[in-house]
């Protein structure tokens, strides 16, 4: 990806993230929802002329943190135009929130396996397939645990933050659907990743 692009998606970023800011529905909310997008974008600053990624994985985070930013403007569970969203699986309730922890699978697959293979962690490629799904897996429960955290020493932010809409299974299905979508990143991007591999590792020669 060259430089103009990854700058033009810093700039958008920077102003979708200066709208969320503006009028949040609950200002601790947003500022719990936004800030791994902010934390992502300063690391991705200081480390990209030790460690470039490819355009696929800044892609892919761009799009995160989009997510990520959206939602800590309205909070998940008010979102527009999500009421209906996979209403034939979760009726009743905004479901902004199932599309945030699906990327929160999609994205760390794509992450882990750049990292795996940029580093040489493994020989098989069916072990690092099975190591990226089971760390998603496992950054998605760590996430659980820090709304669970959140909720117990916070009253105001934690339903906001929370999102569970009285749903009992809620963070059951959070998990499955980034179980989803660090399967399908492996199914759906691999050949892309790899190939953007080759071409980045020919770029730093």
């Known amino acids: 990806m060259s430089v103009r692009v990854l700058w033009f998606l810093l700039v958008l970023f ?10 949040p529905y609950d200002l601790a909310t947003w500022a719990l929802e936004v800030s791994p997008a902010i934390l992502g974008a300063i690391i991705l600053l200081l480390t990209y002329r030790q460690f470039q990624l490819t355009g696929l994985l800044y892609m892919l985070i761009f799009l995160h943190a989009v997510v990520l930013v959206v939602g800590g403007h309205y909070t998940y569970a008010r979102v527009p135009y999500f009421d209906g969203f996979m209403s034939f699986i979760w009726p009743e309730r905004n479901n902004y ?14 992450l882990s396996r750049e990292l795996v293979i940029r580093f040489n962690v493994f020989n098989s490629r069916a072990w ?6 089971c760390f998603c897996l496992g950054f998605s429960a760590f996430y659980e645990l820090i709304e669970w955290w959140v909720a117990l020493l916070s009253d105001e932010a934690s339903e906001s933050f929370l999102g569970t809409q009285g749903y009992v299974w809620d963070t059951q299905s959070d998990m499955f659907l980034a179980l989803i979508g660090a399967v399908l990143a492996l199914v759906l991007f691999s050949r892309w990743h790899d190939r953007q591999l080759v071409q980045l590792r020919q770029e730093l020669v």
Not at 14 to 23: H, K
Not at 97 to 110: E, N, R, S, T, Y
Not at 128 to 133: G, K, L, P, R, Y
């Open 128 to 133: 690092m397939n099975f190591f990226i799904v």
């Open 97 to 110: 929130d199932k599309l945030g922890h699906f990327m929160q699978g999609l994205v760390p697959a794509i």
């Open 14 to 23: 920077v102003v979708i993230l200066a709208w969320s800011a503006y009028q």
